[in-house]
């Protein structure tokens, strides 16, 4: 059983689809296995998205990041990573398939709904940067 990190990014909240991303993640067959609703920091989104820190939008990214709630989530399926990077679609939700949630729900590449892990290494790393090992509830034995 794999895990990936998720992120329902502050205009999910703000947009009041937690409900609707949330059943559609359930309805694909993911488990939830941690979830809470927090706000990060400047200092703590920049350090999430430490790996773009070159990257022309990485100021806008944090700032971003940081404008409201948000709602990570750690998530178990088999094939975890790769299934739940095809459930959210492209970045950019223009080129994002149909059906996915990033086509039904973001508004722009930058403020496009959802995170997800692009790999079980990172997945793991994420999934530290906000759950200590106590709030993973296991769901197999
Ligand atoms: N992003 C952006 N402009 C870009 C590329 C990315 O604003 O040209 C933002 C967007 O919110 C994206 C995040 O930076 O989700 C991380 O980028 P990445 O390339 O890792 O995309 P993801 O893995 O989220 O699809
Ligand atoms: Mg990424």
């Given amino acids: 059983m794999e895990r990936t990190l998720a992120i329902l990014k502050p205009d999910c909240v ?3 689809l937690i409900g609707a991303v949330i059943e559609k993640i359930q309805n694909a067959g993911f488990k939830v296995v941690a979830l809470k609703l927090t706000k990060l920091t400047k200092e703590t989104a920049g350090e999430f998205y430490a790996v773009h820190k070159e990257r022309p939008f990485y100021g806008e990214l ?31 939700p ?26 079980q290494e990172n997945a793991k790393l994420e999934g530290a940067f906000f759950f200590s090992t106590e709030e993973v509830v296991k769901i197999h034995a």
């Fill in 62 to 92: 944090v700032e971003f990041m940081s404008s409201g709630p948000c709602v990570p989530m750690i998530l178990e399926k088999d094939n975890a990573v790769a299934d739940f990077r095809a459930l959210i679609g492209a970045t950019d």
């Fill in 14 to 16: 703000r947009k009041n």
């Fill in 94 to 119: 223009a080129e994002a398939a149909e059906g996915t949630v990033r086509k039904l729900y973001a508004d722009s590449k930058g403020e496009n709904i959802i995170h997800g892990s692009d790999s």
